[in-house]
């Protein structure tokens, strides 16, 4: 099937030509006919997928028709909500993309740099709003902001939204869009709390579910290395060396991890760059632009900030600590799997995370290849000694005996003295 059999308008598909787009993924097959009726949609897809244009491309070819008749001022007409700064760059510019020849105006609003710029933006008249929910409940609070006129609502990577603590800013958007609007509601996976809040968002949707752990896992080369914590860092810089690429993003759990490793290779000679939730707007964007250029070829990365982050013909995704949730490890290795590409992703597993290591193969349901002969194989001992370690007794002190016995509870028997304060008069 073809964008073309789908329906879809000829400026829009002349959009697509240009991005190089012939046919359509399996969620945008699925959802554009479902969206082009008007009808709301719960989908459930992963980045990656294709969901942006899935829902991006409807929107434009509503929004188009509809301005062919209406050529008023120009009101915020279709809401773009996604959690993180850099997925909604990567919106924003989707639909700057797929809209380049209907004459559609976007912008994106998001916290962490000053606003100026993005009311400046807002005043000039906009039909299209890509936003971040703190950033949007400030600039609404403000008065910059209404949300009267939107006809098309998208909450996008709900999950991360709750993840991130955004369910209460979501519920105050919710109560200020009209009630009669087209909504869109995607998600990576469904936990019984992302059900509630999509019945507080869709009326009676259409359901589209594209599940890409499998596809992705078996189209990414994966290979696992047992190590201990300790020679992680080695490890990273021995592959780093070793290894071609032109491209590595590498995931860590913290924030200060992050930072940790970009100092470590750096004394090593490897140039690294960090993004993260602590760095600024400018900071981050620099280190992202220097990634997709090929000017900085090793990125790390936690996982919220990694969200948006869209490189083509990635060589190489580098876990170097294992996520708790499963799911986190396929959006990871994803990066490297975009639509059909193939990848490549090495994981790092001390003793500590093996049981994340159990949960992700169940999701996959395939074992990860294990690199036995590499320098640093972690023999057990770290993980052994943490368990068999106990809490050491202070060796008694000359004075102890004065004392008599000392009580395991750590309580002594020593009388203490009471005093009793005579009230002045």
């Known amino acids: 099937m073809t964008f073309k059999e789908l329906g879809i308008i000829e400026p829009i598909q002349k959009a697509l030509e240009a991005q190089g787009y012939e046919q359509p993924t399996p969620i945008q097959e699925q959802s554009i006919p479902i969206l082009l009726d008007r009808k709301d949609l719960l989908g459930i897809a992963q980045t990656g997928t294709g969901k942006t244009a899935a829902f991006a491309i409807p929107i434009l070819h509503h929004m188009y028709l509809d301005r062919q008749k209406n050529h008023g001022p120009r009101k915020i007409r279709a809401l773009i909500v996604t959690p993180t700064r850099e997925l909604a760059i990567q919106i924003g510019d989707s639909f700057t993309d797929y809209g380049k020849y209907t004459g559609l105006k976007n912008t994106v609003i998001f916290g962490g740099v000053k606003q100026g710029a993005q009311t400046s933006a807002l005043h000039g008249g906009i039909d299209i709003l890509v936003a ?39 519920k105050k ?35 589209v579910v594209v599940k890409p752990e499998q596809t992705t896992a078996e189209r990414v080369g994966q290979s696992l290395y047992y190590v201990s914590k ?9 592959l780093l060396k070793t290894e071609v690429y032109d491209s590595v993003l590498v995931f860590t759990r913290t924030k200060h991890g992050a930072d940790k490793i970009v ?6 000679g490897i140039s690294a760059g960090a993004i993260h939730g602590n760095k600024s707007q400018n900071a981050r964007q620099k280190a992202l632009g220097d990634f997709k250029s ?21 060589s190489m995704v580098i876990n170097y600590e294992l996520p708790n949730v499963p799911e986190t490890y396929v959006h990871r290795i994803g990066r490297t799997g975009r639509a059909s590409a193939s990848g490549v992703a090495l994981s790092f597993c001390n003793g500590e995370e093996k049981p994340y290591l159990k949960d992700i193969q169940k999701l996959i349901n395939q074992r990860i290849d294990v690199i036995e002969e590499h320098p640093f194989p972690d023999d057990g001992t770290e993980v052994f000694e943490k368990a068999s370690a106990k809490p050491q007794r202070r060796p008694p002190k000359q004075g102890d005996k004065k004392l008599g016995k000392r009580e395991p509870s750590g309580k002594s028997n020593v009388k203490k003295k009471t005093y009793t304060l005579k009230k002045r008069t």
């Not at 100092?263 to 090593?268: E, F």
């Open 294 to 314: 090929g000017v900085l070829k090793v990125l790390i990365a936690t996982d919220i900030a990694a969200r948006g982050i869209d490189v083509s013909e990635l």
């Open 132 to 170: 971040t929910p703190g950033r949007l409940l400030d600039l609404m609070n403000q008065g910059f902001i209404k949300l009267k006129d939107v006809e098309y609502f998208v909450l996008d990577e709900a999950d991360r939204m709750l993840d991130m603590g955004f369910v209460n800013d979501i």
């Open 263 to 268: 100092k470590i290779l750096s004394k090593s």
């Open 173 to 207: 958007l919710i109560a200020n869009l009209p009630s009669k609007r087209q909504s869109l509601f995607f998600s990576a996976t469904m936990p019984q709390d992302i059900v509630n809040l999509s019945h507080k968002i869709l009326g009676n949707p259409e359901k």
């Open 230 to 238: 300790k020679d992680k860092p080695k490890l990273l810089t021995h």
